[in-house]
């Protein structure tokens, strides 16, 4: 019996997405995990701000938190408005959380988010992804398949 394919996440509206993980790490696994966030946070972003390019995720106390990821200020925001660079506690099952736990301690592994998105449902959410860095060589070899690629597809075009 075939093995059944994995679901892709519903992605309606991405918010910030975080480009070069793909360039930095190998990407093993991904999850998706919930985000809990304060009103005016959730106000900006809808508002299609934030950036997590440089922020990553760490297991603190059972618990998953996103570190570094900037959400600015909701411009109508009053004095209850949120911090920008806070860290943002993620949900996930505990079992996915031993998992990555796991992975994170024996094997050396990166928490990356790799990209913030409303689904369909409306809630915020962040497609979280286990990796392990890249070496310097690794990464030319990523360039010099990502231009054959292209030049293989320019010539394909010209050549019919």
Do not use: C
């Not at 966030?37 to 106390?61: F, M, N, P, Q």
């Amino acid at each position: 019996m075939a093995r059944p394919k994995p679901i892709a996440f519903e992605k309606t509206k991405v918010v910030a997405e975080n480009r070069r993980a793909r360039f930095d790490y190998f990407i093993e696994d991904k999850f998706e995990a919930g985000i809990a966030l304060t009103g005016t946070e959730v106000k900006a972003l809808r508002s299609g701000e934030g950036s997590i390019a440089e922020s990553y995720a760490e297991i603190r106390d059972g618990q998953v938190w996103l570190v570094n990821a900037n959400v600015p200020e909701f411009s109508h925001g009053n004095r209850f408005n949120h911090v920008p660079k806070r860290p943002r506690k993620l949900l996930l099952h505990a079992r996915e959380i031993e998992k990555l736990f796991g992975s994170v301690e024996r094997k050396g592994m990166t928490l990356v988010p790799l990209s913030v998105y409303f689904n369909s449902k409306g809630r915020a959410k962040v497609e979280l992804a286990l990796a392990k860095g890249k070496q310097a060589h690794d990464k030319r070899a990523t360039v010099k398949d990502r231009d054959w690629k292209r030049d293989k597809a320019r010539v394909m075009r010209e050549h019919g």
